[in-house]
């Protein structure tokens, strides 16, 4: 729809949907910061000018039909398998902008070694990374990316270390690797952080189109459903439970 | 042109160059590994895509990915790195893009042995993958078919955009024969209207595999069944006879253990037998149809493969019960030799006196031996 429809006369838009984002209602959970995730990246694909060049590669989780909502070229990857099949689409199109949307199930635990190699190799995509600390699509079960001593419907006890293992740190991670030109942690719990969050998110594209190597952003996200929390209460838990674990900041620039 | 001599896999990996392959994916592995060298130097020097991928499993989704983009891409293996590649040819079905994968078939199970098998067949023809699909599946003798294939797999991937298996085992991909290449192909200069090259002017293309509703998924596999039967119906299935016209008893065969075979019956018909040898090309679709026709003419099935029997029982379908059909197999990576079919005929065709069947030859262990394995 031409948003300037929905206009009155003498009246200026100033806060239109992006192009890249497609107008439709999408599934998400109210509060859930996947929604503010995508905003995020279609503004920058918008402002890019990206849009008719981007191929978004959607992972298995809560943001699976990331490809209805993203106004782009897109494709369904198997559960951890994004970077590769990202790998596969920009080594035959180079021109193309190549991304990836995936949780932090399907990222840090059943596609870690996808995602580490294609680090590793350098690949020329974006990974945008939501660590919403849970398995949000399969109600809430413990993750790599799951905090010490918390209830997940797989920890109902909280996440016992000595058992389970400590979180892992994935932009510390990847931003380790020769082939990462890009890896920082974002979160998006108030207005302040989602703006820094979309300059990552830009400079992450930017990164991609002058050809520089892998680029991640890793955002702090909210999964009040599964977290059990009114949407107001989990963006203040991220902010005092998550950001201690997961400190801000760039790990590789 | 003229015939050159040359290895089985590095013969698959030119052939399928020359057909216009723009990207393939790999991982190393026993006895495959000469086609993803071969593709290393070959394919940089034409400007084309190779990656080693750092396992199967990203493998097969870097050919899905590049699938996606509506380019003809292919990635090779043997036996457990096709177990590993499953779920990506599930969701290649599932989404209707076109892929070429190429099975050089070792021994298993487990790790196996590195020696020739045809102990895929079972994985491939029937449960590449989780949900309802079957692949393509073109199993050549030599390396000449081995060329002719791979390029009609390409032809087949694309025409129909569904996944196609050339499918060897490690004899095929290791022996060297006199061979003729295909002319080079030139590349498209376009890529097809689903493709994904970013929705420049045109509405976006999405290539998925999830239909959440029970509706939609049903139409979906409405859809695939009705191209599988398409496929089917439409000249897709492929065979090969030799001296079947007034054979009594007919070796059914497939890749290596058909070239066995086929020995055995110029053995045998020397000796006056009437032999003959089918040869299915394509095994999905399976030449059932054939089969049944050929239960008018020979009153006795014997097939023979290197596994523990898996084509047996898409032979015993297509011949509803008409005649006897029986198996000879050798499995652990062991090639049969001509001798041992030949003795089999023999006492199926009543030549020799019968052993019991059963003790010698349909098991692999003896029933005895078995039993005692079990009160162990
Ligand atoms: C091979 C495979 N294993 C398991 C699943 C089930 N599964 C679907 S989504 C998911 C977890 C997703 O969690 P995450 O990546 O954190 O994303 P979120 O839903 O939290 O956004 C799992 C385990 C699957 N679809 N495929
Ligand atoms: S379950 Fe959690 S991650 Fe999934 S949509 Fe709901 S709030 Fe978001």
Redesign the pocket.
């Known amino acids: 729809m031409n948003p300037a429809v929905m206009t009155a006369p003498n009246e200026t838009l100033v806060y239109a949907r992006p192009q890249s984002l497609a107008d439709c209602y999408t599934h998400y959970c109210p509060g859930c910061t996947?929604g503010t995730a995508h905003r995020l990246v279609a503004e920058v694909l918008d402002e890019l000018g990206l849009r008719e060049r981007t191929i978004l590669v959607a992972?298995?989780?809560?943001?699976?039909f990331a490809y209805n909502y993203f106004n782009v070229d897109a494709c369904e990857a198997?559960?951890?398998r994004a970077p590769a099949m990202a790998t596969g689409i920009k080594r035959v199109n180079p021109n193309n902008i190549v991304f990836t949307y995936?949780?932090?199930?399907?990222?840090?635990?059943?596609?870690m070694g996808e995602v580490i190699h294609a680090a590793a190799r350098g690949e020329n995509i974006t990974i945008i990374f939501?660590?919403?600390a849970?398995?949000?699509?399969?109600g809430g079960?413990m993750?790599p990316?799951t905090l010490p001593g918390q209830k997940t419907s797989s920890s109902p006890q909280g996440r016992d270390v000595a058992m389970t293992g400590y979180p892992l740190h994935m932009a510390e991670l990847l931003g380790s690797l020769p082939g990462t030109a890009y890896s920082v942690r974002r979160s998006l719990h108030d207005a302040r952080h989602v703006i820094q969050a979309k300059k990552a998110i830009r400079t992450a594209f930017e990164v991609q189109m002058a050809n520089k190597g892998f680029s991640v952003v890793e955002l702090l996200?909210s999964?009040p459903t599964?977290w059990g929390m009114t949407p107001e209460q989990s963006l203040t838990w991220i902010k005092e439970q998550m950001v201690p674990v997961y400190p801000l900041g760039d790990f590789k620039v | 042109m003229s015939k050159k001599l040359m290895k089985g896999n590095v013969a698959i990996a030119e052939a399928s160059v020359r057909a216009g392959c723009e990207a393939y994916f790999g991982y190393p592995i026993t006895p495959q590994t000469e086609l993803l060298e071969y593709m290393s130097e070959r394919m940089p020097e034409l400007g084309r895509v190779f990656l080693q991928a750092e396992s199967e499993v990203a493998a097969i989704n870097m050919v899905y990915g590049a699938a996606a983009t509506g380019v003809r891409v292919m990635t090779s293996s043997s036996s457990p790195g096709i177990s590993l590649m499953q779920?990506g040819f599930s969701y290649i079905a599932g989404s209707d893009v076109p892929a070429v994968i190429v099975d050089v078939m070792r021994g298993g199970p487990g790790l196996g042995n590195i020696q020739p098998s045809q102990g895929d067949y079972n994985q491939i023809t029937k449960t590449a993958g989780h949900g309802d699909f079957h692949p393509i599946v073109l199993a050549p003798a030599s390396v000449q078919e081995a060329i002719d294939l791979t390029v009609l797999a390409f032809d087949l991937a694309e025409k129909y955009r569904t996944l196609v298996f050339v499918v060897v085992d490690g004899a095929i991909g290791q022996m060297m024969e006199p061979a003729e290449l295909p002319p080079m192909r030139e590349l498209p200069s376009g890529r097809p209207d689903w493709a994904l090259t970013g929705a420049k002017g045109r509405e976006k293309n999405v290539i998925s595999s999830l239909f959440l509703g029970t509706t939609e998924l049903e139409l979906m596999n409405k859809e695939l069944q009705a191209k599988l039967a398409y496929i089917q119906a439409n000249n897709e299935i492929r065979y090969e006879e030799y001296m079947t016209n007034d054979a009594d008893l007919l070796l059914v065969a497939f890749g290596t253990a058909a070239r066995v075979a086929q020995t055995a019956v110029q053995h045998l018909r020397q000796e006056g037998l009437k032999v003959g040898l089918f040869r299915p090309i394509t095994l999905w679709p399976f030449p059932s149809r054939r089969l049944t026709q050929l239960t008018y003419l020979a009153d006795t099935f014997l097939v023979v493969e290197m596994n523990a029997g898996q084509m047996v029982h898409d032979v015993r379908a297509a011949v509803h019960e008409r005649v006897p059909v029986h198996f000879y197999g050798r499995m652990g990576g062991v090639i049969p030799m001509p001798e041992e079919v030949e003795q089999k005929v023999r006492e199926l065709m009543r030549v020799v006196p019968t052993e019991d069947d059963v003790q010698t030859h349909q098991f692999p262990v003896k029933p005895q031996a078995a039993h005692e394995f079990l009160r162990m």
């Open positions: 996947h992972s298995v989780g809560c943001s699976v198997p559960h951890g995936q949780g932090d199930g399907d990222l840090a635990s059943i596609g939501l660590n919403n849970t398995y949000g699509m399969t079960q993750a990316t996200s999964c599964n | 779920e």
